[in-house]
């Protein structure tokens, strides 16, 4: 079965750090760009961060540039974000998904595998 499992999220205070991981099973991750997404409620998704097979692009919304950083260590088939400086904004269930293709895609309906995502909360 093709899947992505999400983890690392829970609550932590403005200013603080999380590490979310983006587990492929059923398939080899290093194959496809991976694309960090996040919804919170009553907004509409919004793409957060990319990488390529390669890892050598990586893309960042602007709203989270400088404070998170995308890497993928292929040997554990895994995609990570690391999210620094968070914000109350950053409050959201964030999402891992694949195009199933090399690059980056930039339109969030040209993902078709999405994991089930896990909650970020930001708040004293």
């Known amino acids: 079965q093709l899947q992505l499992v999400e983890s690392g999220g829970g609550l932590v205070q403005p200013g603080g750090s999380l590490r979310l991981s983006c587990v492929a099973s059923?398939?080899?991750?290093?194959?496809?760009?991976i694309g960090w997404f996040r919804q919170a409620p009553g907004k509409e998704r919004e793409g957060v961060s990319c990488?390529?097979?390669?890892?050598?692009?990586?893309v960042y919304a602007d709203s989270v540039k400088g404070r998170f950083t995308i890497s993928r260590d292929n040997a554990d088939n895994t995609v990570y974000l690391q999210m620094n400086s968070l914000k109350p904004e950053d409050t959201a269930v964030y999402f891992c998904?694949?195009?199933?293709?090399?690059?980056?895609?930039?339109?969030?309906?040209?993902?078709?595998?999405w994991g089930q995502g896990t909650q970020v909360t930001v708040s004293s």
């Open positions: 998904a694949t195009a199933w293709v090399p690059a980056c895609r930039r339109v969030g309906t040209d993902y078709t595998t």
């Open positions: 059923g398939f080899r991750l290093d194959l496809h760009a």
């Open positions: 990488v390529s097979t390669s890892g050598g692009t990586m």
